[in-house]
């Protein structure tokens, strides 16, 4: 699978230090990114983006002129894209829960290049997904866009529940995804005694995209914890 | 209020002894009155034997020496009136002359009921007459009209008992008014008082008997309530000091952290340059924890964390704790074992999410801290009783029971304000005590089955 597609992606990035500017600039360079715009006041900020036009902004919560609440707000009335915040305040989970914002993601400082690069690819995947192209299974390929798995050249349809758990398997491609949040995804909040419903769904999952179904490869499970899905080329 | 009961019990009890402790006294201090005044109360008595003892001789009427004597040194005159001739037959030498000779039978009735010329007179039926004695003036007092109705007398113990209990009865409402009104203004004063340890303020009204004691109480809780917001100011004051100073170290920690975890997986770089930026990246990460640890430590200390508890399910919040985990040690020098009882899928608490997250993950942190040549961790959700547990074990270097009884029960250098350097563990379990203790549950140190380290989050269900 190629990851490409979203290194093209326009960022824009807002904060009053220069120096981190340059840090996460540099990050991003490293990691492939190349499209970039910084800006260190909200005003700088609101100028860039009339141009620049950005499918995702990097905000800082404290901004010499305004706060980075105020400016999502102003940001997103002209065009909605997604927003992760970056702050060195310790707190602000509460206040992003509190006031429901709608931003994506928010990051406390400091933070390792690889988790900044891990969420910002999360929302990436997670806002532009319609590009995505197949994806690629050791046994077969899932077309997320016409909700169906290709295995030898058959065409097997995905119902609404296996779509949902396999979405959220994907955004977290290579990584462990609780048997809750697998329940949450497909059948809402406070998913109490679906787990053997979850276990039917990941059955007939994998009798669709496993060459072997009894001795799964792709979507693998974690004891008592949750499951996984492996991506080929990942 | 359970003294004010006990107040009344006691004053009523009080009321009576002492009635009935007047009572007596009043009894035996008539009887002994009584009983000084028998010596004098025969004057009939003395009558009758002066009576008894005048002689008849040749030469007329006379007494013996012993018995003249006597009247004589009682200054008691005496006549005898002859029954025939109403005359007197015989005086004693000491006779006033006032006191007549001769007698009517309605002199005799008067004398016999009052006086001769205001002596007291007494009489004395001698054989052949009236013998009649006459006290000093002023000795005796006599009932001139000695009679009384029949009925009054045969319902005297009862009128005497009525009057007895009217009498108490009369007391007791005197007692119970002044009492009550003493108790009227007691009662604010004891409610107060009570209520002064609550750390409420308190405002009594400053009148009635015991208006003083209310002044004071009312400043007593003025300085109480002014001692306690300073020291909450105090306390915010502290807390915002340590959340601004670890909000100013995140930024320029993100610098050191961001390059240096570049530098790390940085191809073009030798590997020894390589190994050191790791050590920066490890070491950030540490200070990172603690500038995280100390700001939530100090706001659960001073009560300025908000706590968001909800009905959650302790098993689901665990698991995605020990996923993160995973999917975070890239290394798998730390493995973490899931061994919760796979029929345990819900255990509900009255939780805040992020607080538990939070403090599982100090748990697990610290299993990984202590062990840096690795170990196998084991975490398991449980349900017992009224509980949901979270235990977070070990097979690793483990603790001494020393070490473990210094855990459980000396307070950290954070919240204690002596000097402690021998107690400078992290602020890890400090806060897994914390945020157990602000869900009404508790956190427990020991040791595992394996050896290693073991913790215990023990949280109450809600009913």
Request: with cysteine; charged share 20%.
């Amino acid at each position: 699978m190629s990851l490409e597609y979203l290194k093209q992606k326009r960022i824009l990035l807002v904060d009053d230090e220069q120096e981190l500017l340059n840090l996460v600039v540099s990050i991003l360079n490293e990691d492939g990114f190349w499209n970039i715009q910084t800006a260190k006041t909200a005003k700088e900020a609101i100028a860039i983006s009339e141009t620049y036009h950005p499918e995702l902004a990097i905000l800082d919560v404290m901004l010499p002129d305004g706060s980075g609440f105020g400016l999502m707000e102003r940001l997103k009335s002209n065009s909605d894209y997604p927003v992760l915040f970056l702050t060195a305040c310790g707190e602000d989970g509460d206040k992003f829960r509190g006031f429901g914002l709608g931003a994506d993601d928010y990051m406390v400082k400091p933070f390792l290049p690889k988790e900044l690069l891990f969420r910002i690819h999360a929302i990436l995947r997670r806002s532009y997904k319609e590009e995505n192209p197949l994806v690629r299974l050791s046994g077969s390929e899932i077309d997320f866009d016409r909700a169906e798995v290709v295995k030898n050249g058959e065409h097997l349809s995905l119902t609404a529940k296996e779509y949902e758990i396999l979405s959220v398997l994907y955004r977290n491609a290579g990584r462990i995804v609780t048997i809750d949040a697998l329940c949450e995804a497909a059948w809402g909040d406070n998913p109490f005694g679906y787990e053997n419903s979850l276990m039917a769904h990941i059955r007939r999952i994998r009798e669709k995209i496993e060459g072997n179904p009894s001795h799964p490869v792709s979507l693998i499970t974690v004891k008592g914890l949750g499951y996984k899905l492996i991506v080929e080329g990942r | 209020m359970k003294s004010i009961p006990k107040l009344i019990r006691h004053f009523i009890a009080t009321m009576l002894l002492s009635s009935v402790l007047i009572l007596i006294l009043n009894f035996t201090l008539l009887a002994l009155f009584l009983s000084s005044q028998m010596p004098n109360s025969h004057p009939w008595q003395t009558a009758d034997e002066v009576a008894g003892h005048l002689l008849w001789s040749e030469s007329g009427y006379s007494l013996p020496e012993n018995t003249a004597l006597e009247l004589k040194n009682s200054d008691i005159w005496a006549i005898l009136i002859d029954d025939k001739t109403m005359q007197v037959v015989w005086k004693t030498d000491n006779l006033p002359g006032t006191v007549p000779t001769s007698y009517s039978a309605s002199d005799i009735a008067g004398l016999t009921r009052g006086y001769i010329d205001d002596y007291p007179t007494f009489t004395g039926k001698a054989e052949a007459g009236l013998v009649v004695l006459g006290f000093p003036k002023d000795s005796f007092w006599k009932h001139m009209w000695p009679s009384w109705d029949y009925h009054l007398i045969a319902g005297l113990p009862n009128t005497i008992l009525s009057v007895l209990a009217v009498n108490i009865a009369l007391i007791f409402l005197i007692y119970v008014y002044t009492n009550s009104r003493l108790l009227r203004s007691v009662t604010p004063i004891v409610s107060g008082i009570q209520s002064l340890p609550t750390a409420q303020s308190i405002h009594i009204k400053e009148k009635g008997l015991l208006s003083e004691l209310a002044v004071s109480i009312n400043k007593t809780s003025e300085i109480l309530q002014s001692q306690s917001r300073q020291l909450r100011k105090k306390e915010t004051a502290r807390a915002n000091w340590i959340a601004g100073v670890s909000h100013d170290i995140r930024t320029p920690l993100s610098m050191v952290m961001g390059y240096a975890g570049q530098l790390e997986s940085d191809r073009r770089i030798p590997e020894d340059g390589r190994i050191k930026a790791a050590v920066i990246v490890n070491q950030s990460g540490r200070i990172r924890n603690l500038v995280n640890d100390l700001n939530l430590a100090s706001k659960l200390e001073y009560n300025m964390q908000p706590l968001h508890p909800e009905k959650q399910n302790l098993v689901a919040i665990v698991r995605q704790v020990v996923v993160d985990f995973i999917n975070m040690d890239i290394d798998n020098r730390h493995p973490i074992e899931w061994t919760t009882d796979e029929s345990l899928t819900v255990c509900i608490a009255e939780i805040d999410k992020d607080l538990i997250k939070r403090a599982v993950g100090n748990l697990i942190q610290n299993c990984m801290n202590h062990n840096e040549q690795g170990c196998h961790i084991f975490v398991r959700v449980m349900a017992e009783k009224q509980n949901c547990m979270v235990v977070v074990a070990d097979d690793g270097v483990g603790i001494s029971e020393e070490q473990i009884e210094k855990l459980n029960h000396s307070p950290h250098y954070m919240v204690c304000d002596e000097n402690t350097w021998n107690q400078r563990h992290g602020l890890g379990l400090l806060i897994v005590r914390q945020i157990a203790a602000a869900h009404g549950g508790t956190a427990q140190i020991g040791r595992s089955p394996s050896g290693g380290f073991s913790v215990r989050i023990i949280l109450p269900m809600p009913i």
